[in-house]
C-alpha cells in the first residue's frame, strides 16, 4: 500500500488529477493507493476557501478505480483542527494559503499510516513512484529534497516542503509537528510551514534533487515540481506555470514528456464538467 497525502479546496483538482495520473503512468506499481485529501471550510478569511466537494472525490475515486479496484481518495475535513490551531495566528495569511499550513495535521487525524507522502497539487512524475516512496526512512522524521533557491539563500541544506515522506511514529517521538505548529502560532515565518519544519527538524534524510526538481526536467528526474521559478530571457522575471497549463507547458517549457498524461486529464475534467 502506498499512502499520498494531499491538502486544498477545489481549486487544487487539476493538480491532485493531473499527478495522480501521472503516478499511475509512470509507475510499475499500479496499487493499492490510498490518496488522503485534508480540506477545510475557512471562507471567513476568503470566500473561495470551503472545502473540496463530495462530487470531485466521488469523480476522483472513479478514476483511480479503474487503476486498481482497491485505490482510495478520502477526503478529511479538517476544519475544526485549524481553527483550534491557527485561526488568528500571524502565519494565517501565508504566502500561498492556508491550506499550505494543514499538511502539520497529519499527527492529529485519526488513523494516519506511519510512512505518508505528502505531495503538493503542482507536481508530476516522470518515474516510479517506489524510488521515492521506497526510501528507508526508519531513522528519520522525514525525507525532503533541498529548495531550489533555498540552498543558496537560505542554508545549503533548507528544505522545500512540496515533497516530504513522513514517518509518521518517528515525528509523535520527537514532536516534530507538534512544534512546528506552535512555532507558527508564536510569530510570522517568511515560508510558513516550510520554515517552521525546518526549523523543528530533529533528524532529516536528505534526497537527491531528482526527488523534488523545481527548476528542470532530466531522464533522471522522478518528481517535476512546477513551483514558481525565475527566467532570465527576455528579461528577468517570474513565472507560476503549472502542468494543467498545457499550452505554457509546451510554449515556455517546451516540454511534451508528460502529452499523455495532459490529454487525458483534459479529457476526465471535460467528462466531470459534463457530469456535474
Not at 485534508?38 to 472525490?57: A, E, F, G, Q, R
Not at 483550534?84 to 497529519?106: D, M, Q, V, W
Not at 507538534?178 to 510570522?188: D, G, I, Y
Not at 532570465?232 to 497549463?245: D, E, G, R, S, V
Request: hydrophobic letters at 35%; aromatic letters at 16%; charged letters at 25%.
Amino acid at each position: 500500500m502506498i499512502n499520498i497525502l494531499f491538502c486544498g479546496n477545489e481549486y487544487v483538482f487539476d493538480g491532485i488529477l493531473t499527478c495522480i495520473l501521472s503516478i499511475f503512468k509512470r509507475s510499475k506499481y499500479q496499487g493499492p493507493f490510498n490518496f488522503y485529501i485534508y480540506t477545510m471550510d475557512v471562507s471567513y478569511l476568503n470566500p473561495k476557501y470551503t472545502p473540496i466537494s463530495d462530487s470531485l472525490i466521488d469523480y476522483l475515486n472513479d478514476v483511480v478505480k479503474k487503476y486498481h479496484n482497491d485505490n482510495k481518495v478520502i477526503k478529511i475535513d479538517v476544519t475544526d483542527i485549524y481553527i483550534n490551531e491557527f485561526k488568528g495566528c500571524p502565519n494565517e495569511g501565508c504566502y500561498c494559503s492556508p491550506y499550505t499550513l494543514i499538511r502539520l495535521f497529519a499527527d492529529v487525524v485519526p488513523n494516519m499510516p506511519d510512512k505518508l507522502l505528502y505531495l503538493d497539487a503542482d507536481i508530476m512524475f516522470n518515474n516510479d513512484i517506489q524510488l521515492l516512496y521506497n526510501t528507508d526512512i526508519n531513522d528519520y522524521e522525514y525525507a525532503a529534497a533541498r529548495d531550489h533557491y533555498g540552498k543558496y539563500l537560505i542554508n545549503p541544506n533548507y528544505i522545500n516542503a512540496g515533497v516530504l515522506l513522513f514517518n509518521l511514529k518517528k515525528c509523535n517521538e520527537t514532536k516534530l509537528l507538534t512544534k512546528a505548529r506552535n512555532l507558527l502560532k508564536k510569530k510570522h515565518l517568511p515560508f510558513a510551514d516550510q520554515s517552521a519544519i525546518a526549523r523543528s527538524t530533529t533528524k532529516k534524510k536528505m534526497l537527491k534533487q531528482r526527488y523534488n526538481d523545481q527548476k528542470f526536467l532530466h531522464k533522471h528526474t522522478v518528481v517535476r515540481h512546477f513551483s514558481k521559478r525565475l527566467f532570465w530571457l527576455p528579461y528577468p522575471h517570474t513565472a507560476n506555470i503549472k502542468q494543467w497549463m498545457v499550452s505554457d507547458v509546451h510554449k515556455k517549457f517546451k516540454y511534451y514528456q508528460f502529452d499523455d498524461i495532459l490529454f487525458e486529464y483534459i479529457y476526465l475534467k471535460k467528462k466531470y464538467e459534463e457530469r456535474f
